[in-house]
């Protein structure tokens, strides 16, 4: 009970018109990594078609349904009822940090206004996701990451020549610069500390978009760049980065 209760409590809301069902799975498993799931829900017009692919995950999840008519023919009111929900439970005290599920521009306000007020935001959705979405977030998942399975990834990995990366996917410029703002003037710096700030410069920044499973794992194939080195003293043991001399 005591480490339940010191689990930062996130609420996950999802635009059922602009999300892919089959993914629900590894969305909740990835917030589930940054605290306790307490409130699951789905929005979208349920007396549409295009909701029946959610039906069979309502139960197995315990995602609670919201429905919301279309009053106007060619406006999506889904936007609208989750962002009056979210206000209601960034109010309510009842969470710590949100999980907002669209690949919509329209929710880049709601983002914004939900870290003026300190609290986490992750944002799930497609790679057409305009940018001010994104970066509105603490952290945003790309769903194409979600979707490789473990063996693409492997094939992937394998196949994948760093020479052949072209520039849009050459992850070093950010690596660098995530390092050096980690950094500050020290010469070895806490993995997970330039991880962060990774983040911060990059909400979207993730390993899985270069092929990798950890950030770890993708900094290994530049030796000639960076040096890791493990303390094993620590428990757990701690993984540490500087520049290649």
Request: with cysteine; net charge neutral; glycine share 4%.
């Amino acid at each position: 009970m005591t480490q339940q209760s010191e689990q930062q409590k996130f609420a996950v809301l999802i635009d059922g018109d602009n999300a892919q069902a089959s993914l629900l799975p590894q969305i909740l498993a990835e917030v589930s990594k940054l605290g306790l799931i307490t409130v699951k829900r789905i929005y979208g017009d349920w007396t549409t078609t295009n909701m029946n692919s959610w039906k069979e995950y309502l139960h197995k999840y315990a995602i609670q349904p919201i429905q919301q008519f279309r009053y106007t023919i060619g406006k999506n009111a889904t936007d609208s009822a989750m962002i009056i929900d979210a206000m209601d439970l960034l109010h309510s005290n009842y969470v710590d940090g949100f999980c907002i599920v669209a690949s919509d521009s329209d929710y880049t306000r709601l983002a914004t206004r939900i870290r003026e007020e300190g609290f986490f935001v992750v944002g799930v959705g497609e790679k057409k996701t305009p940018e001010a979405f994104t970066n509105a977030c603490n952290q945003f998942i790309y769903c194409e990451n979600l979707a490789v399975s473990m063996e693409q990834k492997k094939k992937t990995k394998k196949k994948r020549k760093k020479e052949e990366k072209p520039d849009a996917l050459n992850p070093v410029p950010l690596l660098l610069q995530g390092f050096e703002m980690a950094a500050k003037e020290d010469e070895w710096v806490h993995l997970a500390s330039m991880g962060k700030a990774l983040r911060q410069l990059d909400p979207a920044f993730d390993s899985r978009t270069f092929g990798f499973q950890k950030l770890q794992s993708l900094i290994k194939t530049y030796p000639e760049i960076f040096t890791l080195k493990l303390d094993d003293s620590k428990t757990p043991p701690v993984t540490y980065i500087a520049r290649t001399t």
